[in-house]
């Protein structure tokens, strides 16, 4: 069965709205009331595939807590210059056999991974 949706949860909605969407450029699906106090925002990579859900509501997942999560990329390079030329501190970009890759943290902590993927095939070649 495929990942349908990964919550990421935050301290402030409008906020970690802005930087996923404005910031990182992935597509807002919804954002809509959900019971009193709280709101059900789901975006998605452009591409498509598995969606995240922006949350306040467990208890038991902090903001900041949510590490590792990798979002596939095409061009890292190209990706880095853009989120640095948007005022984002970033390291430089890292090599492993898997992939070149860059990590970064949203406005909570929460640490992701953008990644340009190496093709499986190269892998089992060298």
Same mark, same amino acid.
């Given at each position: 069965?495929?990942? %349908?949706?990964? /919550? *990421? ?16 450029? !992935? ?11 709280? =709101?059900?925002? &789901?975006? &998605? ?6 969606? *995240? ?15 590792? !999560? ?7 390079? %190209? ?8 005022? !984002? ?14 990590? !970064? ?7 992701? *991974?953008? /990644? ?6 190269? *892998? =089992?070649?060298?």
């Amino acid at each position: 069965m495929p990942v %349908a949706i990964v /919550s *990421i949860p935050v301290t402030d909605l409008d906020r970690a709205r802005a930087f996923y969407v404005d910031t990182l450029g !992935l597509a807002l699906l919804r954002d809509a009331p959900m019971g009193p106090d709280m =709101r059900w925002i &789901q975006l &998605q990579p452009k591409d498509g595939g598995a969606t *995240i859900a922006l949350v306040t509501w467990f208890e038991q997942l902090r903001p900041g807590g949510q590490q590792g !999560l990798m979002l596939g990329i095409d061009d890292v390079d %190209a990706e880095h210059a853009r989120l640095t030329a948007l005022g !984002l501190e970033l390291p430089a970009v890292a090599e492993e056999p898997w992939g070149r890759y860059i990590m !970064l943290t949203d406005p909570d902590g929460n640490g992701l *991974i953008l /990644s340009q993927l190496t093709d499986p095939q190269e *892998i =089992r070649t060298r």
